[in-house]
């Protein structure tokens, strides 16, 4: 019976995962549609791997 449990459990948390993903992208449209260009949260998560690959471009370039 305690697989019950663990089902319930699953189920309860993919749809406050869901129901916190339509939240977040019906803030994200809103803070888009205002014209808010200040998106540095997601900026600083794409910024970083483009930056490892020029260093090692350089890296190779001097080599």
Sequence with gaps: MSWI???????L?????G???ILFRKKL?????????DMTQFQLQ???PKARR????LTIERD
């Design 54 to 57: 020029r260093w090692w471009r």
């Design 5 to 11: 449990y663990l089902v319930g459990a699953a189920v």
């Design 29 to 37: 449209d809103v803070a888009m549609s205002a014209g808010e260009t």
């Design 19 to 21: 129901f916190a993903f």
């Design 13 to 17: 948390a993919l749809l406050l995962a």
């Design 46 to 48: 794409q910024e970083p």
